[in-house]
């Protein structure tokens, strides 16, 4: 398989990536910072600098990988920022703007990229976009990178109904609270910037060790697979939720609204799919 990853010199692109090159898979990592090829594994690394939230940058990135490769089976987004953190009517509005080019630009720019050699590929074309950390909740003192993450998961949702007919999966994921660089970041920022609970939940998540990574990149691999063909258009959990047991239900899936960002409503509504009674 020929997979593009962004924000693969860090953090789960990184463990990606080694995972991937590992299982036999050819990768091409894209990032701010060089890297180095993963030690062991019978699949290729290629490497490029590359600002996601530039478009000239990004499209020549995808002209350089469309010179190696006819076709792109799968490419997965990880590249992203805290960015501006701190109380949303108090911080700088260009950092909090840059934040959103990083987190959410980032994302679209790469999949429209790369659209062009994921639709020559033979098989069924896999797009997976990670947006945990505040796209389901608000998060205080992270609004523009909550904001970013919950749009992400809304294009995702978007692309999946307009390229329905087409042989292509994509999907968001929330890999759980794995403990990475952005996890130190919340420390050095310290309690009075990302306030006390957020700070006491990084630094719990620090000392137990955080979710599993192995998990996260497990559901990686299975929706990398055809084991999920049709699941389109969903925001998967690692961690809480059962998806090895999801393949058999791609068409049920794909007519509820099971794991989508939706408005939660009264069971006095009139409305038809309110809650019941």
Known sequence: MRVVITGSSHGIGRALAERLVERGHDVWGLARSPQAAPGTGSGTFKSRRCDVSAW?????????????WAHLDSLITCAAIHGEVGRTLAVDPVKWSETLQVNLMGTFNAIRAFADLLS???????????????????????SAYGAAKTAVV???????????????????????AINTRLT??????????????????????????????????????WLLSSDSDGISGKLLSAPWDPWRSLGSRSAELTQSDVYTLRRVLPPTSDDPKAAPK
């Open 56 to 68: 000239p940058q990004m499209e020549s990135a995808a002209s350089e990988v469309a010179s190696t």
């Open 120 to 142: 020559r590929t033979p098989r069924r074309a896999k797009i997976l976009c990670f947006a945990g950390g505040g796209a389901t909740k608000a998060r205080p003192n992270f």
């Open 154 to 176: 809304r294009l995702v949702e978007t692309i999946a109904e307009e390229e329905r007919s087409r042989p292509l999966d994509i999907n968001a994921i929330a890999p759980g």
């Open 184 to 221: 130190d970041e919340v420390l050095t920022f310290g309690a009075d910037v990302v306030g006390q609970f957020e700070y006491n939940s990084a630094l719990k998540q620090k000392e137990s060790g955080g979710a599993s990574l192995d998990n996260a990149l497990d559901m990686v691999e």
